[in-house]
């Protein structure tokens, strides 16, 4: 008779202790998703931060700019704002100078992806014969 009360103990125990491994489980496995939460909301908060950092270099770099442009409209250097981009000093549209070191704007723009080979006189003066009246020109600070 001392068998079948040896082999309930060893039941009841094998059930307690399965019980204990999936509860031990269960707190690891709620550990780990609140771990790997943490983690991910740091890294998002870096990667926020950065972009808040960037955006704060553009906007100081984009005030800057303007204050340039208000200072030249006040003192009359120019009229519009399409000239302070695509005029030099002595007012020449800078796309059509022929000579690539001269292509500087009043601010010190020069010409997106311009290159020492790229001649843009002959297209852009044909453009204008045209009359074409809107040429897309990207601006680059030099």
């Given amino acids: 008779m001392k068998l079948p009360c040896l082999s309930y103990k060893k039941g009841f125990f094998t059930v ?5 491994l999936s509860i031990f489980l269960f707190f690891i496995t709620i550990t780990q998703i609140i771990i790997n939460s943490k ?3 740091f890294k998002n908060t870096q990667v926020s931060t950065k972009n808040v950092f ?4 553009l906007d100081t770099i984009i005030t800057t700019e303007l ?4 200072s030249y409209s006040k003192d009359n250097k120019i009229l519009e704002i399409n000239n302070f981009f695509d005029s030099d000093i002595n007012n020449n549209k800078i796309f059509l100078i022929r000579r690539y070191e001269d292509r500087i704007s009043l601010g010190g723009y020069t010409i997106y992806n311009d290159g020492e080979n790229v001649n843009y006189y002959n297209s852009l003066i044909k453009k204008l014969e045209k009359g074409i009246e809107n040429i897309d020109i990207h601006y680059v600070k030099k």
């Fill in 16 to 20: 307690y202790v399965l019980f204990l």
């Fill in 39 to 41: 983690i991910d909301f």
């Fill in 54 to 57: 960037d955006l704060q270099i």
């Fill in 67 to 70: 204050k340039v442009i208000e």
